[in-house]
């Protein structure tokens, strides 16, 4: 078994001698053929010491040492430790990480969507869960020790609050925060000794291993790329301003031979068994056999998962991504290659701030394995046309004056050699921290025996400075706090606790309730509006959920394209001029379900409440729609062609199934609501389980050789939980009758692609469907034809039998759609599989069946 860092923990009297852990973990280092630079060992003895230490070094310069001498010191003092980070990529690359270092069973992992072994003595999660536990438990946490990464993360003003109440409400505690970027951290040192009550190191000036070299390419961009791959100064991670660019320029790509047929099939080895989807899965596995990768943030975990361990393999020469690589991710690069140097930032084109550029910049040259990094700025195209142009007339000044110099296009904010320039002589902004009061943090202060107020304002004095802003601040808390206790969510007590804590949660809420949207408290109200006999109920309960939920709008964009795309062809159909056809567009766009409803219930909820105006209502189907139309993950991202975004669906699902079953209340569930919820949790958990499974192999021992007690939450079998995977079978079926309404039979024949036995294929619906319409016009695809009745499942052992019968307009119900389902098959290939035997009518020969 390899030896970990704990093995060498000194024991008996040298347990908790600062120079006897020095030793012991610089020896570790040594057997890991390193040697600590002078800026670790230094962090190393404040930590020895007890002080809280500041890194700001630069990128490669060996943070994540420091960060592992940390829990180190911590857990020779038997104390607990916990690592943060940004984004839960970094979080799970850690975990896993630490694991080989110290143990398996001595890491544990939270991230919100799934947690193992999580009463550890080092945890690896996002910032936002240490926020919530710092929150609820306050000086009471049961934490000694905090490493922050990618500490400037502070400044976002979205999630800067998480790292902001993380250093306020942990008293005690020692902190070491870590970032390239930092800037000046004067304010920042300062305000640490008074938080912890701990002195504070500041470890700066180190040199960087590896040093930068940088370039301004003229030269188009396919010129730029083949020049530095075929120069041997690959890997090269390509950034883009977008994700449709990254995609677009990896594909571009493939018609250049980047690897040798040798290469090939070590990168085929290393993909071995990995299971690609459909649609962008098998785009993205072409790329990777051609070497080339894509990483961004719309990818599925699993996908952008495989490139970070193809790429650390050093198999790939070309990675085309946004900025995700800038949040720290081990991946080793040689060159960084920026496409642009400006950006969109949600609200303007802008140039890249300091702090932005370098954080990617950094990325490139690999300690250990390079002695120099190149960052190439690529020109904008205007500019290398322009030079081109002046090479070609160098020689004849007169036809070259007369030449017309391309212009930049219209609204393309412009950058020169001497904005790169700037960029690279620049130093990071003064990092200002962020705070927002959210509902979600008065209900995490509500487990704290001390009043909520008084500990509310504690957290804003130690961010804010401004009255103005404090005065803003406190006044919404009020504002939430009042709308928490009318809509019920809040409950005053009789008499205060003894730390003077005069609020509860309501206690016929659910254990795990949570109001994790501005609008959740709006939407509880609004549940009550609904009609919980409705057929429809259900259904309604998810859309008002999603009514709150942030918008997915790569989806939403390809929604609103198909329903003008279909508006047109009836509009044509209709005889409809093109000009009024062009101002009927304008007022068609994504479905909305409810949304006439539940703007109206919001004007009036709002009225009283005049701070939500920030936080509009965003009616959309999504969760609804997919399970309306039947689909699976993969048919629903295909059906609307945004497979490239497909990762975004996916968080966006997985949020709405929080949502769901943390915000709606137990009195207004019903059975119908639990089987959505039922399926959209398996969904989610089929679509992408891959980190999962990974805890699980841990949980086994797995590849790290370790033995260790089973995860708290691991893989599963799929039909595990019957009623989810029910749930699945009925989707499926039912997916089958809808395509069978549309007369789509190359669909129907399509959906065989899952099941390696299939046999009614093509010709088989072709002749059948053609039987039923000689005796049918119609077949039902309303609630009723979805409804119990017309499926009867047997699941008698592993080879279930189901039949789907179909809601004819006669009512007659004579045919129906026959299949079987055999669960170890599903269950090892982690996917449901509908082996269709036969559609025809119950009562006689016609029709098509096949023996199975």
Same mark, same amino acid.
């Given at each position: ?7 060498? #923990? ?28 002078? *800026? ?6 404040? &930590? ?5 230490? +500041? ?44 694991? $080989? ?77 870590? @970032? ?6 004067? /304010? ?34 396919? $010129? ?33 031979? #980047? ?73 080793? +690069? ?90 690279? /002589? ?5 990092? *200002? ?6 509902? @979600? ?43 928490? +206790? ?63 939920? $942030? ?14 795309? $279909? ?30 409803? #539940? ?46 975004? /497909?990762?975004?669906v996916l968080r966006y699902l997985s949020d709405a199934y929080r949502a769901l ?36 192999? &841990? ?13 708290? /939450? ?14 699945l079978v009925r989707n499926a079926m039912f997916r089958r009758v809808q395509l ?34 000689d005796e049918h016009d119609e077949i039902g695809t309303g609630a009723d034809a ?26 007659? *119900? ?39």
């Amino acid at each position: 078994m390899t030896q970990t860092l704990t093995d060498l #923990l000194p024991t008996g009297p040298l347990a908790h001698d600062p120079d006897a852990l020095f030793d012991a973990f610089d020896r570790w280092a040594a057997g890991q053929g390193l040697s600590l630079y002078p *800026h670790q060992s230094e962090a190393l003895m404040a &930590l020895l010491a007890g002080d809280n230490a +500041i890194v700001t070094t630069p990128t490669g310069s060996g943070k994540s040492m420091i960060a592992t001498a940390a829990h180190f010191v911590t857990l020779a003092a038997r104390g607990r430790s916990y690592y943060t980070a940004p984004i839960k990529a970094l979080v799970n690359e850690k975990f896993f990480a630490l694991c $080989e270092i110290f143990g398996a069973d001595l890491v544990g992992m939270v991230t919100g969507d799934a947690s193992v072994n999580p009463d550890a003595p080092i945890v690896c999660c996002t910032a936002e869960i240490l926020a919530n536990i710092a929150l609820r438990e306050g000086s009471q946490a049961d934490i000694d020790l905090v490493v922050m990464d990618e500490f400037h993360f502070i400044a976002d003003p979205d999630r800067g609050w998480a790292w902001q109440v993380g250093l306020s409400e942990l008293p005690g505690c020692q902190f070491v925060v870590m @970032s390239a970027t930092l800037g000046d951290v004067t /304010e920042l040192s300062q305000n640490l000794t008074v938080w912890s009550g701990r002195s504070t190191s500041v470890v700066t000036g180190a040199e960087r291993p590896v040093p930068l070299t940088y370039h301004w390419a003229l030269t188009p961009l396919h $010129e730029t790329i083949s020049e530095l791959v075929t120069t041997g100064q690959s890997p090269v991670y390509i950034v883009h301003s977008g994700q449709k660019l990254a995609t677009e320029q990896a594909q571009a790509l493939m018609s250049v031979k #980047l690897v040798t047929t040798e290469q090939r099939h070590e990168i085929a080895g290393a993909i071995g068994g990995f299971r690609f989807a459909p649609g962008f899965g098998a785009t993205l596995s072409s790329m990777l056999r051609h070497g080339i990768g894509v990483h961004h943030a719309g990818m599925l975990p699993k996908y952008r998962r495989l490139v970070e361990q193809l790429a650390q393999q050093g198999l790939l020469k070309v990675i085309c991504g946004t900025d995700t690589l800038g949040v720290g991710i081990n991946v080793p +690069i040689h060159t960084v290659l920026f496409t642009s140097l400006s950006k969109f930032d949600g609200r303007r084109q802008r140039i890249l701030r300091s702090r932005e550029f370098h954080q990617i910049a950094g990325r490139a040259g690999r300690a250990g394995f390079d002695t120099i990094g190149y960052v190439v700025a690529q020109a904008p195209e205007h500019q290398v046309e322009n030079t081109r142009l002046a090479a070609k007339f160098a020689d004849d000044p007169k036809k070259l004056k007369s030449v017309r110099k391309k212009k930049p296009p219209e609204g393309f904010v412009n950058y020169t050699e001497a904005s790169f320039t700037k960029l690279i /002589e620049s130093v990071p902004e003064t990092l *200002h921290a962020r705070m927002r009061v959210t509902s @979600s943090m008065l209900l995490n202060l509500l487990s704290r025996d001390e009043d909520t107020g008084a500990a509310l304002v504690h957290i804003v004095d130690a961010c804010v400075t401004d009255r103005r802003i404090r005065g803003r601040l406190l006044r919404r808390a009020a504002q939430l706090g009042r709308s928490m +206790i009318s809509a019920g969510v809040v409950v005053r007590r009789e008499e205060p606790t003894p730390g003077g804590r005069w609020y509860d949660l309501n206690p016929d809420l659910q254990d795990d309730f949570a109001l994790n949207q501005p609008l959740s408290a709006f939407a509880m109200a609004a549940l009550e509006l609904l009609d919980a006999t409705a057929e429809d109920y259900a259904l309604d309960v998810v859309s008002t959920i999603e009514a709150t939920l $942030e918008d997915p709008w790569p989806l939403m964009r390809a929604q609103e394209r198909r329903e003008r795309d $279909e508006a047109i062809a009836e509009m044509k159909a209709d005889g409809m001029d093109y000009t009024e056809r062009m101002a009927a567009l304008e007022e068609i766009s994504y479905p909305q379900p409810l949304a006439d409803e #539940l703007e109206a219930a919001f004007e009036t909820f709002s009225a009283t409440r005049p701070w939500l105006a920030e936080y509009p209502l965003h009616p959309k189907t999504v969760a609804r729609d997919m399970y309306e139309r039947a689909m699976t993950f993969g048919e629903y991202c295909a059906f609307y062609k945004v497979q490239r975004s /497909e990762g975004t669906v996916l968080r966006y699902l997985s949020d709405a199934y929080r949502a769901l079953r943390q915000t709606v209340p137990l009195t207004a569930r019903t059975p119908a609501l639990d089987e959505i919820l039922d399926w959209l949790g398996q969904v989610v958990r089929m679509t992408d389980s891959s980190l999962i499974d990974e805890w699980a192999r &841990l949980g086994a021992g797995g590849d790290l050789g370790v033995e260790r007690p089973e995860p708290a /939450e691991k893989s599963r079998a799929l039909t595990a939980n019957r009623a989810a995977f029910t749930v699945l079978v009925r989707n499926a079926m039912f997916r089958r009758v809808q395509l069978a309404a549309d007369d789509d039979v190359e669909a129907l024949a399509a959906l065989n692609s899952s099941d390696p036995e299939a046999s009614f294929g093509f010709n088989d619906w072709d002749d059948a469907l053609g039987d039923y319409w000689d005796e049918h016009d119609e077949i039902g695809t309303g609630a009723d034809a979805r409804g119990p009745q017309f499926l009867r499942i047997d699941e008698t052992g592993r080879l279930w039998t189901v039949r789907q019968t179909i809601a004819d307009p006669e009512g007659d *119900h004579d045919w129906a759609i026959t299949a079987t389902i055999d669960l170890d098959s599903c269950d090892e290939a982690d996917d449901l599989i509908v082996h269709v035997v036969g559609f025809g009518r119950l009562d006689g020969p016609a029709g098509r069946q096949v023996e199975s």
